[in-house]
């Protein structure tokens, strides 16, 4: 089997799999994702409110910032701690995660954990071989995965602080609400809404089409793809094949051609003093297992560190 026969095998769905949806663990929780859709109503506000320039520009500004407190602490830190930082910062970047309003820090690393566990398999919580919906969306909502996967996080569970900030999750979002609007009153407000929506779906967008569309440079056990748009979109997510391969870098544009606004951010609070030991893979990881060298699925090597 060619490398590119097997990718397409991945693709197809195995017998065994059975339609996301349907069993009751699958099901929207209406109730506990109420805030979710109602967020999604905020654009009405445009009817009313009238943004200015400087509206739209906060909305962008607000739109990046979160970005990066997800990328570098949400996912590269808390999920794969592939840096270290101090008590203080640590929370810092939980809480300021938290006004995206993605749940809990701990709920949003131990999940991915998961994924990074059973990529693609059926013990993905969002693989898109359940389709794009259920991968983008469908299953934050359901009751499935409403809670923290504490067996996942115990490394991080261990601070008091942050299992208090998973617990009350939506304090960040609403503090950061509260000062926009204290701030900048309701276009402010309006401004932080929509960029959280712009926020959500960026991030959604790695789990959905970062495993569809892009290229593979190296073999890895799931569906997962570079993309320079996914990337300037989401500070560096976008190179998510890299990310798969090796999932402990602090950095996923490997080469200095793939921008990753997140790792260059990263480098500059080291120099600062704020954060400490960034992770990288050597030269010789990044030479090994790429595609175009294992022409026969018999031949696809293990990824450069366990799941
Ligand atoms: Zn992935
Ligand atoms: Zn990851």
Same mark, same amino acid.
């Given at each position: 089997m060619t490398g590119a026969s097997y990718i397409q095998s991945m693709s197809s769905s195995p017998s065994v799999r059975a339609p996301r949806g349907s069993a009751d663990g699958d099901r929207i929780a209406w109730g506990l994702s109420a805030p979710f859709f109602v967020l999604h109503l905020s654009p009405l506000l445009l009817i009313w409110v009238d943004l200015e320039a400087r509206h739209i520009w906060l909305a962008v500004g607000l739109y990046f910032a979160r970005i990066f407190f997800i990328t570098a602490?949400? /996912? *590269?830190?808390?999920? /794969? *701690?592939?840096y270290k930082m101090n008590r203080g910062m640590q929370f810092a970047m939980a809480f300021l995660g938290q006004t995206c309003i993605q749940k809990g820090t701990l709920w949003w690393a131990s999940h991915h954990r998961l994924h990074h566990k059973h990529s693609d398999e059926i013990a993905d919580a969002h693989s898109p071989k359940d389709g794009f919906w259920w991968s983008h969306v469908g299953w934050i909502l359901c009751h499935k995965y409403q809670g923290t996967e504490w067996d996942r996080i115990r490394d991080f569970a261990k601070f008091p602080e942050l299992v208090w900030l998973n617990k009350w999750h939506a304090f960040p979002g609403i503090v950061a609400m509260v000062v926009c609007f204290l701030v900048g009153g309701l276009p402010a407000l309006t401004a932080f809404l929509l960029s959280t929506i712009a926020v959500y779906h960026g991030t959604f967008t790695i789990n959905s089409v970062a495993h569809v569309f892009g290229s593979r440079r190296y073999v890895t056990k799931d569906t997962s793809r570079n993309s320079l748009i996914f990337a300037l979109l989401t500070l560096g997510e976008g190179w998510h094949n890299n990310h798969h391969y090796y999932q402990s870098a602090a950095r996923q544009g490997f080469f200095w051609w793939e921008i990753d606004i997140t790792w260059y951010l990263l480098k500059l609070m080291s120099w600062l003093g704020l954060v400490r030991d960034l992770r990288q893979p050597s030269q010789e990881v990044l030479a090994r297992n790429r595609v175009k060298d294992n022409v026969d699925v018999g031949m696809l090597a293990p990824t450069a560190e366990a799941s």
């Open positions: 602490g949400f /996912h *590269r830190y808390f999920s /794969h *701690r592939s």
